[in-house]
């Protein structure tokens, strides 16, 4: 007889927990625990996806006939922990092993290596297949390598998968089509809405659970429209690949004030808890470039984000862990401001992808990246408070994916493991895929002084307070050849301008 426990990620009915379950005599048990809610104060939106998608798959696994114990968060027995619930039903049967599908953090984990111990019994965890690489594959792979770069796994995975290959090598005879994706917003343009489900009587009362025990989390509750079961997270995708897939690759690095969610696909939280498995989203993705409705850029860039950026993060977790999370290459140390949490900034961009972030639990990658992540790795932000946030505010957020996208793609923390350079940018870059700056105080022209866009100074501040470590990058080398034929004038209006900035971030925290 055995306990078959279910984490909240692990919404999938091919889970390998669950093969060779014994129908009449297994127990499978999904609990909602205090432990897994608050370990970092997760976005009420999430806490809601998560709850509601747990329940509707136990609902789905009742029906199949097989025995399952749910535990509801306000269950008065509820000892708040997965290892205090799973104790707590194995008392209560007669079971020889309690067998998991391996927790995709590696906190988690490290913690279940402790359980047999702690609950006298076998504790079997199985691989979690839903992957399209190994841990074990990764490391092959990265074996031997000096350089970690995700395009060369991209090809191996495309290899591996025969996907958008032909006989002589990748369908269109380029591996990537980048430079066709960098598109800026086009003025009127008018973007389909993402897909909405209506809050069923299940998802209402987790929202007033949310609502009971999480009133200090961060985030908006109302609207709540996201998926959360399996015909609902396909019919998600299947409005993405109808609806929104043709301009997938051209504006995928646009950003348009009051527009969200863009062309991307918001599969992202449906994929990390299982109710999406990504094999089916890339061949979606590919049918539809065969069957000619959706051209092979858009197509190509999609299927890269799935086949190749997320497997290689995950790969990178798993390879570098526990080190990765400790590390602090730029030595960064500010605490992160205020606004963060508030949305309440004078700088534009920064306000309408926080506030969206607020609003949404969802920011493109784009906004995550280049005005967010921008922000934080000019400004020095201690990588401890930057994971922190990031890992809490967005719905599709898990360590193992947040983790290497923020310490190695945002902040440089891991010295380069994962990005060749620091995607560092000043507001040139923001005013060209954007239409924020329009909107602004601060005038993304001006370079210097108290009119001038933040991240111009703070872009240079940054280039010249980083000497030490980034000079000898030879990426950086036409970056730090700019910097030396500067006016000592300039650099002073640049150091100036940077310090009254600070100052003023730090007089914000103070009054908080
Ligand atoms: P789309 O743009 O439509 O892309 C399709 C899918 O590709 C995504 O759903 C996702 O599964 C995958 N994908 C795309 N980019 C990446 C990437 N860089 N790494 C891994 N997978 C990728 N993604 C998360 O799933 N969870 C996170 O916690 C997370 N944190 C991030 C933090 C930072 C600082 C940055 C720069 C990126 C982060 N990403 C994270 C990656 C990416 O931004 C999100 O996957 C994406 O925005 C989710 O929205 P979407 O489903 O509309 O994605
Ligand atoms: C994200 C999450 C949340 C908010 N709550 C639960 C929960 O109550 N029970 C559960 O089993 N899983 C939850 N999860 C997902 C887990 O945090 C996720 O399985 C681990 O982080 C993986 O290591
Ligand atoms: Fe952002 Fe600078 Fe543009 Fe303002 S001017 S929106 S701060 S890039």
């Keep these: 007889m055995k306990l078959r426990l279910i984490l909240g990620d692990q919404l999938s009915s ?41 329940r509707h798959f136990a609902a789905e696994l009742v029906r199949s006939e097989l025995n399952l114990q749910y535990v509801k968060y306000d269950d008065p027995q509820n000892s708040g922990s997965l290892v205090g619930e799973v104790a707590r039903f194995l008392a209560q049967g007669d079971y020889d092993e309690v067998i998991v599908t391996a927790p995709s953090e590696y906190r988690l984990s490290n913690e279940m290596q402790s359980w047999p111990s702690i609950l006298g019994i076998p504790v079997t ?244 990246l280049m005005v967010l992540g921008n922000f934080c790795l000019l400004a020095g932000i201690d990588p401890d408070e930057v994971n922190n946030w990031y890992l809490l505010v967005y719905a599709d957020a898990y360590e193992w994916v947040e983790l290497p996208n923020v310490s190695g793609m945002i902040l440089f923390a891991d010295g380069g493991q994962l990005a060749s350079k620091p995607y560092a940018a000043s507001g040139a870059y923001i005013k060209k895929m954007s239409n924020y700056c329009a909107s602004c105080t601060y005038k993304v022209t001006v370079k210097n002084g108290p009119k001038a866009c933040p991240f111009n100074y703070l872009y240079w501040d940054f280039i010249g307070r980083n000497d030490a470590k980034l000079r000898g990058n030879p990426r950086m080398g036409f970056m730090y050849k700019s910097l030396d034929r500067m006016s000592t004038e300039k650099r002073h209006a640049i150091r100036d301008d940077s310090r009254r900035f600070f100052k003023a971030l730090e007089t914000n925290e103070k009054g908080r």
């Design 125 to 368: 965890i199985r691989e979690d297949d839903r992957f399209l690489c190994t841990p074990a594959e990764f490391s092959n792979w990265a074996k031997g390598r000096k350089q970690l770069r995700m395009e060369y796994f991209y090809r191996e995975m495309r290899r591996k998968y025969s996907v958008l290959m032909d006989e002589t090598g990748p369908v269109g005879g380029q591996w990537n089509y980048d430079s066709d994706n960098r598109k800026p917003p086009v003025a009127g343009m008018t973007v389909p809405d993402t897909y909405r489900a209506e809050p069923d009587s299940v998802t209402q009362e987790i929202m007033t659970l949310v609502e009971t025990h999480f009133p200090d989390h961060f985030g908006d509750l109302y609207p709540f429209h996201f998926a959360v079961t399996r015909d609902q997270a396909l019919a998600a995708l299947d409005e993405f690949i109808t609806r929104r897939l043709t301009f997938f690759g051209d504006y995928q690095d646009a950003m348009i004030q009051g527009e969200p969610w863009m062309y991307h696909s918001h599969i992202g939280l449906y994929l990390n808890c299982g109710l999406l498995n990504p094999l089916e989203c890339i061949e979606r993705a590919e049918a539809a470039f065969h069957k000619g409705d959706a051209p092979l850029n858009a197509v190509e860039g999609f299927i890269r984000q799935i086949l190749g950026w997320r497997e290689y993060v995950r790969g990178i977790y798993w390879h570098e862990m526990p080190h990765y999370a400790s590390q602090n290459f730029l030595e960064a140390k500010r605490t992160l401001p205020d606004f963060f949490w508030t949305g309440v900034t004078q700088m534009n961009c920064m306000r309408q992808c926080i506030t969206e972030t607020k609003q949404n639990a969802y920011a493109h990658h784009i906004q995550r």
């Design 14 to 54: 091919d889970i390998s927990s669950l093969r060779d379950v014994d129908a009449k005599n297994d127990t499978l048990l999904m609990c909602e625990v205090r432990a897994e809610a608050t370990y970092v104060k997760h976005h009420k939106k999430k806490i809601v996806f998560v709850f509601s998608s747990m």
